[in-house]
């Protein structure tokens, strides 16, 4: 999903230097590159904190499908603002359904600290089931009497 997300990143990068070279807009300019950083930083925010990230390229899909499809219903036209609002819709059906398919990944914290931390969580979990298996065993030796 993150090199999906990347690409609409570019492309709303490349769209607003179009908006530029085509109609001399800088407000295209701008917020072009300004929702592309955006959206770049958020799916590189995916890959260290899964949760963050997608909210924020979540919320920013949805703002800009808001905002562009408002545009493209009132101008008809569909480069830019059409072709913007398919991509967002893309991006926000692509999200949903990954949080409905894996709702457990999307709310583990990814973060070094928090790996880390997990990982001892799991060691030591495994450490006192090893010691209450092996105090079992134990247990049977000491009751186990011999008939003869």
Known sequence: MTTLV???????????????????SMPSLIMGLLSGLLVGYSAN?????????????MALSLVLLIIMGMRFVNSGKFFPAG?????????LVKIIFFFITFPNVIEFNH??????KN????????????????????????NFKIYR
């Open 6 to 24: 990347y690409a609409y990143a570019i492309l709303l990068a490349i769209g607003g230097l179009i908006g530029y070279l085509k109609a001399n």
């Open 45 to 57: 925010l995916t890959t260290t904190n899964k949760k963050n990230g997608t909210q924020l390229t």
């Open 83 to 91: 072709l913007v609002s398919v991509f967002s819709a893309i991006i």
């Open 111 to 116: 973060t070094p600290k928090q790996k880390k």
């Open 119 to 142: 990982l001892k969580i799991r060691v030591q979990e495994e450490q006192n089931e090893f010691n209450r298996k092996q105090g079992i065993a134990i247990d049977e030796i000491k």
